[in-house]
């Protein structure tokens, strides 16, 4: 008891008061900065893994407990604030804090080099050791008032965190801080119901049924502040818009990470412990994550800037992650939460990739790319890696997680119900999913490293080795994570956390492993066993035409033909004006309402007095109503 207090004061206070002590230091020593601000999260990485590893499977305090605030018992505060300030570490925050921990170190060491003087945000690692800090205080929070406080101020880091350079990134930014800040608006209004219903406002101590209206807007309320902070079908629109301002750093951090990490993690505690899910509610779940999947994977695959391509996937990853939650077996569950951690994994990589190809190049469109494969090996091999394992490819981690989704949605068939029956509609769609993801990818890899070379690129080499060496690490995780999966991974990473159960069918990661490495191996005997005599080299034929070093093909033009396909046409039409964006739609009928009100105000005195007249009328009839 007394190392995990000791463990979670670090976790929490250490990189906040480092951020808060940062914030003094000039920004002239910015790396000198970022060489703190790594050390700070190394140090809080070893307490993580401490925290995880160390004392039994839940441990209960108040914040007031923590050395760093222990004072206050003294206080004649203490009885009026500590039914605020509990704190649950059970197996499922341990496990989202030691994730959070690991991000943090990773991205600081990936910064050091990519963030200079042309990409800096100001105070950019003070805010970096602040977001660390309050997700954990956020995780482990068990009182729904000190969760909401530290969910609200990840809010303020999240704007923080894109540089406004220009008016469209401004824009971002804006419209980042206003969808976020409105769905906390709506979570306080839902932990207000909660609180009325349940008498307290320890996340522990609640379980509610999704019966009768008033109960069912408590869980759409906080649902909504789950689904922003996630990225998910409709509250989704802020992510691409970020991942393409924002330095690559940061859309790695949050929308790719911690953000994920932390809407997820929040829908976990909604779905399981704070509500009892209705067979209604399920299938709400389950038609929301089908649509999350399909609508941001359609609109990826016309993305020719490779950062908002990246922000859409990161959008549509989400929607597996509520497709398991839908499902509500221990499968599901399980398989929700490991593609929570694998969607990490690989999204953080591919952003940190794609800011490696900015670094070195200056180019943001895949049209302005290609050929860097060879010049930058080893962003090649790596972001290959996270391609491969975000579609869904054995024997890597995207394709372990989604394969437990595919088994819990057969044995969710099992059951009675029109969501069960319907169980072949969202496999289906799902694996539809996973293959548009392929096409997509397909047309990242080859637009930025396949191809002909441009002879502007012909100095470009590697990046410096912190900035690869994330990188490296994520790519490996991603091929542990899917190895190793059935046998280690699921077993010790989330069974703790849902409980024990079978996996169906006859899948074993290890053995496919085995057996992708033998045919991998056979291929390459009987290539090299072969007549290779018999083999000729011929250039391409294009018509006729005999192919030069000057001709090339734009990655990008393949893909025109769904976009002008009569159907698509329209509704790729529509997104590009805005049409499916909630953040605009709700902006514009605010415009049109204020436009109204204003043609009210004539300057005529008698047309006041209509107005006046008018609302005491009002006023009267429902004071009579009443």
Not at 317 to 328: A, C, D, E, H, S
Request: glycine fraction near 10%; include cysteine; hydrophobic fraction near 55%.
């Amino acid at each position: 008891m007394n190392t995990a207090i000791h463990s979670i004061s670090v976790l929490i206070g250490l990189p906040v008061v480092a951020g808060i002590l940062l914030f003094i230091v000039p920004e002239k020593f910015r790396v000198a900065k970022g060489v703190l601000a790594l050390l700070v999260s190394s140090i809080v990485l070893f307490f993580g893994f401490q925290l995880y590893f160390t004392g039994p499977d839940s441990v209960r305090i108040s914040l007031l407990e923590l050395e760093i605030l222990n004072g206050l018992n003294n206080t004649g505060f203490s009885d009026v604030i500590s039914g605020f300030t509990s704190l649950n570490a059970d197996n499922l925050a341990r496990l989202i804090v030691l994730m959070v921990c690991a991000f943090s170190f990773l991205i600081l060491v990936y910064s050091i080099f990519y963030i200079t003087k042309e990409r800096a945000v100001k105070n950019y690692y003070p805010f970096i050791l602040l977001t660390l800090g309050v997700s954990v205080c956020a995780v482990l929070a068990d009182g729904l008032i000190l969760f909401i406080f530290c969910w609200g101020f990840l809010g303020l880091t999240l704007y923080k965190l894109i540089r406004g350079f220009d008016d469209e990134s401004a824009a971002a930014a804006k419209k980042t801080f206003i969808l976020i800040g409105a769905s906390d608006s709506i979570m306080i209004l839902g932990i207000g119901i909660v609180w009325k219903i349940a008498g307290t406002l320890n996340i522990s101590e609640i379980s509610l049924g999704t019966t009768d209206a008033i109960r069912i807007a408590a869980f759409l309320a906080l649902l909504t502040g789950s689904f922003t902070k996630a990225g998910a079908f409709p509250f989704h629109t802020w992510v691409p818009d970020y991942t393409k301002w924002a330095p690559a750093s940061s859309s790695a951090y949050l929308p790719a990470s911690l953000d994920k990490l932390l809407g997820i993690y929040f829908l976990s505690r909604i779905c399981n412990d704070l509500f009892i899910l209705s067979n209604g509610i399920r299938l709400a779940l389950l038609i929301i994550g089908v649509m999350t999947i399909i609508i941001a994977v359609m609109m990826a695959l016309m993305q020719h800037n490779y950062k908002r391509l990246l922000g859409f996937h990161a959008v549509s990853q989400v929607g597996y992650m509520i497709v398991g939650f839908g499902l509500g077996s221990l499968i599901g569950i399980a398989a929700g939460l490991f593609h929570m951690i694998n969607n990490a994994i690989y999204k953080s990589g591919l952003l940190l990739s794609a800011g490696c190809v900015e670094y070195r190049t200056g180019k943001e469109e895949l049209d302005d790319l290609g050929g860097l494969s060879k010049a930058m090996p080893v962003t090649f091999i790596a972001s290959l890696i996270f391609a491969l394992s975000i579609s869904g490819v054995p024997p890597l981690n995207g394709f372990a997680s989604k394969w437990m989704i595919y088994q819990g949605i057969i044995d969710f068939g099992k059951g009675s119900g029109i969501a069960s029956q319907l169980w072949m509609v969202w496999l289906g769609l799902a694996v539809l999913g996973s293959a548009l993801t392929l096409a997509s990818f397909i047309k990242y890899i080859g637009g930025i490293f396949l191809g002909r070379k441009k002879d502007e690129f012909t100095g470009i080499h590697e990046v410096p080795a912190l900035m690869y060496l994330p990188m490296l690490f994520l790519a490996i995780a991603c091929i542990a994570f899917g190895v190793f999966a059935t046998h280690f991974i699921v077993p010790r990473l989330f069974m703790p956390v849902t409980g024990n159960f079978e996996f169906l069918g006859i899948w074993n990661s290890s053995f496919i492993t085995v057996l992708i490495l033998v045919s991998i191996g056979l291929g390459i005997l009987l290539y090299w066993t072969g007549n290779l005599k018999k083999f000729r080299r011929e250039d391409s034929f294009i018509g006729g035409e005999s192919m030069n070093d000057t001709i090339s093909f734009s990655t990008t033009e393949f893909y025109k033909t769904i976009s002008d396909a009569g159907f698509f046409s329209w509704v790729y039409q529509k997104a590009e004006n805005k049409w499916f964006d909630l953040y605009d739609l709700l902006k514009r009928l605010t415009l049109w309402f204020s436009n109204l009100l204003s043609k009210a105000h004539t300057g005529v005195l008698p047309d006041y007095s209509i107005w006046v007249s008018v609302g005491l009328i009002l006023m009267l009839i429902l004071m009579i109503q009443s």
